[in-house]
Each structure stands twice: as structure tokens, then as C-alpha cells.
């Protein structure tokens, strides 16, 4: 594959900048970030119990691991930061989906995974908001970007 | 005229005369309008394992009409036990294994008591019922119209242990055999290494196979002691792929643990048994079991003595009219280290061609000498009939992890295409390991997958991504396929190589139109590194992984390179598809399996119009007359799993179905009513077998 883009320092990043915004435009809405509340606390505790049902044995749900029950990566602070900044919240989802649990992914339903990724974001300090995070709704979870402290 | 076919094509218009290897027959039959009937009697669709049925009615113009005929939840979720007045309990699943593990503490595999998760058989269909086993081992028959169970049979083998392999607690489907009258038989191998037999109409044990329908397959089998446990507390044997009937002979494979501390191991032979009796007719060898053997002297320092593995657990495939049976052979003790087996350890990562009447090898190919890779032949051959060159030609194509599809006269063994043996680097830092010099490689088809872990191969979406690419595997040896493994030190972080064990093609094998000559292959771009460590519980000098309490109990830290913000390290596509011509050797198409929206989403590439990217899963392909379907884990209405159907002649998506749970098995298809039904294993808790056809209104 072919580079694209390759102009340099800050004037490949305002480009990108521009583009990103012409596709969100394109796309009909404009980027969101997991800062301004897009999960609800009730959906965070619904996940809160599918986690413990089906994480908890191999992910700690605490900071830097402790009171984990198994040996599965951090889901929570640097390590979360680490992968999932500049993803989108249907990114997190399809990921979580598409492999988890290890013994058997796929295997929740997908209202239950949309639960687990509110939780995630709750566990990694993200606010909550009024209105729940929904998998119907394809493209706004799209565009909903995990982004690093303002 | 084989009683295979005529059964599939029971109720049809016109049922001709109709040979196994004469597709061209069946293809103008199906031209006059699908049959009222069309069985799947084989795991793969037939012995050939082509997974191809002649049907057409559902087609690219209704394919998203399908709809869920029935769903079937499976049985383990409820188990019975035993009890000593002579009853039988039955509970949940967590209850049983409670109550057996109150018993005995330490009849489990630590952290690995029975699991249901892994419904990954396909089913067959035959008499209007469909046959298939469960994760533990119980065979069930259903309704090929509603899904309803007609019988189940429980031989309870999650009473004896933890299964072995690496991959615990799975089966892939059982298999049929009719004596052409009143006699008809399913059998499976089970998690515990036993054969059952029972009568396909009523599910009861069959009456004089071995013990009670029960064969213990472990019996005259070396260093395969039943009462034993290896060092994770799991059984030594196990059978997880379905058997398979040529003539009134049964055949199959095993299951060998990979992961060891030992050097001592269960040799991988394949084992055959009279369908009727189930007396035992032959073993065929894959490790030596005498310095007579062919092959012994393959194993240096007579290392063939403790060695074992190199076992087919993947599923067979056969010609019955020629009486042979093709066994795909894997990696011989243990997976990654050889420095006990020194020498290119014959039949191990091999295709042999065993004559069913007498146990006796016809031809082999070894694929890979002295394995390092975990390169197992991971799928049963597919077998069909091509003309090169003018020349017809009894064809055998094998595909592989190492993304090689290996193209055989499946009669004389000859390569079709010249396959080369090529100097391969030898250089490894690991104590006691001697690579093999040279390696084949066949000229024709050219690989389906990546090959080889270089720089050229990572990832350029910009520039400041490759940069990041390059970073993130300073420090490794790279190379191109067949470097040997490296031993983590203070010069390097270990090799990192390409495809891994689990990359190219897998269990999911390939399928192929007996009518055009063209494979179809699904396969995943997978890089890797491992971990050596001198275990301090057996006498492997080295063996890869860690120690289990570590594993555990730790964090697992693989050592693979880690790009910032999930981006890849690789260039896509993380998956594919390809159709290979086998009657030239070319590639006729190629698609990446999914579009991978999720990552042409990220802020850091979405300005880039990328391609589809794939990595939506590599689910099993099944061939109709009309379409080519697979399972995806993503693309669908939700972002979900869906079956999609994509044009065989130049692999454009057509159409897709959203599934209710991402898929697991390969999916089968088969008529009854006049009606097409497709049916595959989803998952759940526990998982699902599910059936799809058209709304009836739309049924022609």
C-alpha cells in the first residue's frame, strides 16, 4: 500500500484536520468525544455485571490490576490509553465483540457488549451522560472518538 | 456408481447414473431444478471434502430474504451423571462438574473443567435428521426441519478428565456409515480417546462395535497410558476432528498436546477400525515404531523412540473408488523446539497416501523438514479432477498455515507444478536445534498469504505510521519464511516470523467446484514471536510459552511488537479470500474477508480512503451451484457477524445476513421439501446450531 499524505509536520496535521472534518460533514455529523457523556450510568452498571459474569476471571476491573482474578491485560489507564486513543467507540465494541470472551467470542448478545463498553469507559474515568450508548445507531458510534484527557 | 451420491439426490428429477468423481453429471441434473432432497453425508460435503453442493435455490437475488427456520441450543448445558444405585442425575452443567469435582479435586486441568463454548461441528444430513456432536462429546440427531432433538447419546467422557491439546474441550462433527441396507451408523471420537458407535435411527450404543458401541482407542497405542495425566493434569489423547468411513473401514486422527515440558509424547498415529466390529485393522506410523520403520532414520540419535505427536487432528478426506485415504500430518515434539529430534522427523507435517485395505503407504510429501513453525497440515486434502495442459489429472490440493497450497496426482503423489526444495536461512542462536538447509516450495499456485516477517511487510499507511512500525520491532530478528526460531538474549527479542500457527489456513480448510476446477481458500495474516524457557518439570531443554503458574497467575506479556493506538502493525489485508484455478496454478481473484471498517474509521487513517482491509475473521467457506458463503464476524447491520455470499466468479460481496451470534463451524447446506436449508454453529451460552431458508412465499 501506498503512503498517503505524506506532507510534513504541521501542515500534514491540518490537513488531516480539514479532511477529517469534510468526512464527518460527509458523514452527516461532526466528531464526538467520550468526554462529553455518551454512555449512562445505568448502562455502565448493567455492564458493571456482565463483567463479572464474563471478564472478571481473566481482566481486573481495578486500576493497575489489583483485585484482578487472571492473568488477561489492563483494560483500565495507561494501557487502555495506549491502544484505544483515536479509535471509535464502535471500534471498541467490534474489538470487544470480536474477541472476547477468549473461550468464546461472540457469544454475548449485542446489547450486553454495548454494556461492557460502558462500563470501560466508566472504569476509565469517562462521564457519564444522559443518553445510552446504542449499537443500532452505526454511524454515531462512529464517530464518537476515545480521546485522551482535554 | 457410489451410494454416497445416490443418497444425496434422493427425490430428484432425474437421479442418472452418478460417479463420485463425475460432476459434470450432477451439474446438468441440478440444471432442471434443485432436487426435493439433497443430503450432506460427510463432514466436508463428501470424501473428496469439497464442501460443494449442487444447489441453486438460494441464489444472489434472494439471499438477503434468508431467514432463521430454527434454532437448536446445545444440550451441554445439561448434563447427567451416574449415581451409584443404578439412576441417573441430571443438572446443569455447573452442577455436575461441582458434584465431580467434589469427588476428585483433581479430575480437571486447572482452570479448564468442561467448556460448551466451542460448538465448531458441522452437521450432516441425512434421512431427514441431522447428525453432529458437542464440545462434550455428546452426539445428537435433529429434525432437519424443525431443529428438534431426536435422540441424544451421552457417553459421558467429561467424567474422565480435562481434554488434551492445547485447544480443550471441542469436537468438529462425527461421520455416517450405511451398509446400503438396514444397518446405519454415526460415529465420533470423544475428548476421553474413545470410538462410539451408535444406530443412526434411535441413537443406541450399536450392538458388537468394541465394548458396548465403545472402542477405547488409546489401547496398543505407545506412551498413551489412560490413566496417566500429563503436567497441566489433562489427558494424553483425545479425538476432536470427525472420523471418516472408506469401505467398511473407520479412520481417524487425534488430539496431541502441544505445549509440553517433556520430550516423551503420544506418537500421532492414524488408527483404523472395522466399522461393523470395531476390531482394530492397522495403524499407520506417523512417528516410527521400530528402527525398521520407513522413516527411522529420519530421527537422529533414534529420537523416534520418545517423540511423538505429528498426529492428524485436523479431519481426513478419501477416494473411495481408488481405496485411498490422505492424511495431513502436523509437527512432531514439540512445536517450536527440535532439538531432540534432530533430522526431518518423517511423517510429520506430511501428506501420505495410505491404502485403506492394507494400512501400507503409498506416497508422501513432507512439506516441511525438521518443523519449527507449528506448521501442522491443518485441513483435510481436497480431492478433484483437473485438466493441466490438456492433461486430465486425479487431482489433491493442500492448503496450509504456511499459506503453500500444495498441488498433487493424488494416484502417483507426483507434484502437478514443480515444487523446488530451496536453501532456507539456518542461522539460530537456540542451543542444540539444527535447522533443515533446504525446505519445498512449490512453484505453482503461487501462496495465498503473506509469507515472511520483513520490513518491507509492515505497515505504510503514512509515514509517520511506518515509522511507528519500524520502531516497535527494533530489536527482532526478522526473516523470511523458514528462519529459524531465536532464543530471546541480549541480541535479540526473538524471531519474529510469519504466518504463525494460527495464520494462513486453518481448520476451516478450502472448498472447490468440482464443476470449474476452482479451490477456494480462506486464510489470516498473523505474525508472531515466542518465548523459550528451560522448564524446571520435565526434561525439554527448551520448550515456548511460560510456566503455567506463571501463566496463570501473571500477566501474559507475548513479546509482540505493540503499535500505539491499536493501529496495525502489518500491511492488510488482515484476512482473505482466494480462488485459485487448478487447472492452470493461477489465482483467479483475491478479496479481503470484511472491509475492516472499524480501522479505515480510526482518526488516523480515515482520511485515507483506504481499501477493505479484511480481518473479519476467517470463517469456513461453503460452495452452492450459485454463491460462495461464509460467516464474518463484522459487516453487519450493526456492525455484527453476518453470512455473506460472495460471486465465485470474481469474489464481489453480493449480499449478507445478519447472524444472531458470531458463527463458530463452517456452515453446510441441504434440501428437504424442496426447500434450501444452510446451517451452522453460532455462539451462546450455551451456543446455538441454527438453520436458515428462504420465507416460503419465496421458495420457487
Known amino acids: 500500500m501506498s503512503p498517503h499524505g505524506d506532507r510534513a509536520g504541521a501542515g500534514r496535521n491540518l490537513a488531516a484536520l480539514v479532511l477529517s472534518a469534510l468526512i464527518a460533514l460527509a458523514h452527516g455529523g461532526e466528531d464526538r468525544s467520550v468526554w462529553e457523556g455518551v454512555y449512562t450510568s445505568e448502562q455502565a452498571a448493567a455492564g458493571a455485571e456482565v463483567f463479572s459474569q464474563a471478564c472478571l476471571a481473566c481482566h481486573s476491573n481495578a486500576p493497575g490490576g489489583a483485585g484482578g482474578h487472571g492473568p488477561a491485560p489492563s483494560l483500565i489507564g495507561e494501557d487502555f490509553e495506549f491502544r484505544w486513543i483515536d479509535s471509535s467507540v464502535a471500534d471498541l465494541l467490534d474489538v470487544t465483540r470480536q474477541t472476547m470472551p477468549e473461550a468464546a467470542p461472540n457469544s454475548l448478545s449485542t446489547q450486553q457488549y454495548m454494556q461492557l463498553v460502558a462500563y470501560i469507559l466508566q472504569l476509565n474515568g469517562y462521564p457519564a451522560g444522559e443518553a445510552a450508548l446504542d449499537p443500532a445507531a452505526r454511524s454515531e458510534l462512529m464517530r464518537i472518538y476515545i480521546e485522551p484527557a482535554p | 456408481m457410489t451410494g454416497e451420491k445416490v443418497r444425496r439426490l434422493i427425490g430428484a428429477s432425474v437421479v442418472g447414473l452418478v460417479a463420485i468423481q463425475a460432476p459434470q453429471v450432477l451439474a446438468q441434473e441440478t440444471q ?91 452437521p450432516l444430513m441425512v434421512n431427514e435428521r441431522l447428525f453432529l456432536n ?59 480417546g474413545d470410538l462410539i458407535c451408535v444406530q443412526a435411527a434411535t441413537g443406541y450404543p450399536c450392538p458388537g462395535f468394541g465394548r458396548n458401541g465403545r472402542v477405547d482407542l488409546t489401547q496398543g497405542l505407545p506412551r498413551a497410558e489412560r490413566s496417566q495425566r500429563d503436567y497441566l493434569n489433562a489427558m494424553l489423547y483425545s479425538v476432536q476432528s470427525p472420523p471418516i468411513v472408506v469401505g467398511d473401514t473407520v479412520i481417524h486422527g487425534s488430539s496431541v498436546a502441544d505445549r509440553r515440558v517433556n520430550k516423551e509424547a503420544v506418537p500421532g498415529w492414524v488408527r483404523a477400525w472395522d466399522v461393523r466390529t ?25 529420537s523416534w523412540r520418545y517423540s511423538g505427536n505429528a498426529n492428524v487432528w485436523t479431519y481426513l478426506s478419501a477416494d473411495e473408488e481408488l481405496g485411498i485415504v490422505y492424511l495431513p500430518t502436523g509437527t512432531p515434539t514439540n512445536d517450536y523446539y527440535g532439538g531432540h529430534r534432530l533430522g526431518d522427523n518423517l511423517f510429520a507435517e506430511s501428506i501420505v497416501a495410505v491404502d485403506v485395505a492394507s494400512g501400507d503407504k503409498l506416497w508422501h510429501f513432507q512439506a516441511v523438514h525438521h518443523g519449527l513453525w507449528d506448521y501442522d497440515f491443518p485441513t483435510a ?23 503453500f497450497l500444495y498441488a498433487f496426482d493424488r494416484i502417483s503423489g507426483e507434484p502437478i507444478w514443480p515444487i523446488e526444495e530451496r536453501p532456507v536461512p539456518t542461522a539460530t542462536n537456540m542451543p542444540g536445534e539444527e535447522p533443515a538447509p533446504t525446505q519445498p516450495f512449490p512453484t505453482k499456485p503461487a501462496p495465498f498469504e503473506y509469507q515472511g516477517f520483513e520490513e518491507d511487510d509492515l505497515v505504510d499507511f503514512t509515514p509517520e505510521i511506518r515509522a511507528m512500525a519500524l520502531k516497535a520491532v527494533e530489536g527482532y530478528t526478522l526473516g523470511p519464511l523458514y528462519t529459524p526460531q531465536m532464543l530471546a538474549d541480549e541480541t535479540t527479542k526473538g524471531l519474529l516470523f510469519r504466518p504463525t500457527g494460527s495464520g494462513a489456513a486453518n481448520w476451516s480448510g478450502a472448498a472447490v467446484d468440482p464443476e470449474t476446477g476452482i ?11 515466542l518465548s523459550f524457557y528451560q522448564p524446571d518439570n520435565g526434561n525439554l531443554r527448551y520448550t515456548h510459552g511460560a510456566p503455567e503458574n506463571q501463566r496463570l497467575k501473571r500477566r501474559i506479556t507475548h513479546g509482540y511488537p505493540r503499535m500505539p493506538r491499536g ?30 471498517d472499524r480501522l479505515r474509521n480510526h482518526r488516523m487513517l480515515r482520511h485515507l480512503d483506504l481499501p477493505p482491509l479484511g480481518g473479519d475473521g476467517r470463517g469456513g467457506p461453503l460452495l452452492t451451484k ?52 444452510i446451517a451452522l454453529t453460532i455462539g451462546g451460552t450455551p451456543p446455538e446450531l441454527i438453520a436458515f431458508k428462504l420465507p416460503d412465499r419465496a421458495n420457487r
Open chain 2, 381 to 403: 486434502a481436497n480431492l478433484l479432477d483437473v485438466v493441466v495442459d490438456g492433461k486430465p489429472i486425479k487431482a489433491l490440493a493442500q492448503a496450509s498455515k504456511q499459506g
Open chain 2, 626 to 677: 450459485t454463491l460462495l458463503i461464509t460467516a464474518l464476524s463484522a459487516g453487519g447491520s450493526d456492525g455484527g457477524p453476518r453470512l455473506v455470499a460472495y460471486d465465485k466468479s470474481t469474489g464481489a460481496e453480493l449480499s449478507s445476513v445478519d447472524l444472531p451470534r458470531g458463527a463458530i463451524g463452517t456452515p453446510m447446506t441441504y434440501m428437504l421439501d424442496g426447500k434450501q436449508y
Open chain 2, 567 to 596: 493501529l496495525p502493525l502489518l500491511k492488510p489485508p488482515y484476512s482473505r479470500m482466494t480462488a485459485i484455478d487448478m487447472n492452470t496454478g493461477e489465482h483467479v481473484w483475491m478479496t479481503p474477508l470484511g472491509n475492516g
Open chain 2, 278 to 302: 470395531g476390531d482394530h485393522r492397522w495403524d499407520f506410523h506417523t512417528v516410527p515404531a521400530s528402527a525398521d520403520d520407513e522413516g527411522a532414520d529420519t530421527w537422529r540419535d533414534n
Open chain 2, 32 to 122: 432442471r431444478g434443485d432436487p426435493q432432497t439433497y443430503e450432506w453425508p460427510v463432514y466436508g460435503a463428501d470424501k473428496a471434502g469439497t464442501k460443494y453442493a449442487p444447489l441453486s435455490q438460494i441464489d444472489r437475488h434472494n439471499f438477503a430474504e434468508l431467514e432463521i427456520a430454527w434454532r437448536w441450543v446445545s444440550v451441554d448445558g445439561f448434563l447427567s451423571r451416574s449415581t451409584a444405585d443404578g439412576g441417573e442425575w441430571w443438572a446443569s452443567r455447573d452442577a455436575v462438574v461441582a458434584a465431580l469435582e467434589a469427588d476428585n479435586p483433581n479430575l480437571y486441568r486447572q482452570q479448564n473443567t468442561p467448556n460448551y463454548a466451542h460448538l465448531q461441528a458441522t
Open chain 2, 134 to 192: 458437542t464440545p462434550l462429546s455428546q452426539g445428537v440427531a435433529l429434525d432437519a426441519r424443525t431443529g428438534e432433538a431426536v435422540w441424544i447419546y451421552n457417553p459421558k467422557s467429561y467424567e474422565e478428565g480435562t481434554t488434551s491439546m492445547t485447544v480443550t474441550w471441542r469436537q468438529r462433527g462425527v461421520a455416517f456409515w450405511s451398509d446400503g441396507a438396514d444397518d446405519e451408523r454415526i460415529l465420533w471420537g470423544t475428548g476421553a
Open chain 2, 519 to 529: 479451490l477456494y481458500v480462506p486464510s489470516r495474516n498473523t505474525g508472531g514471536v
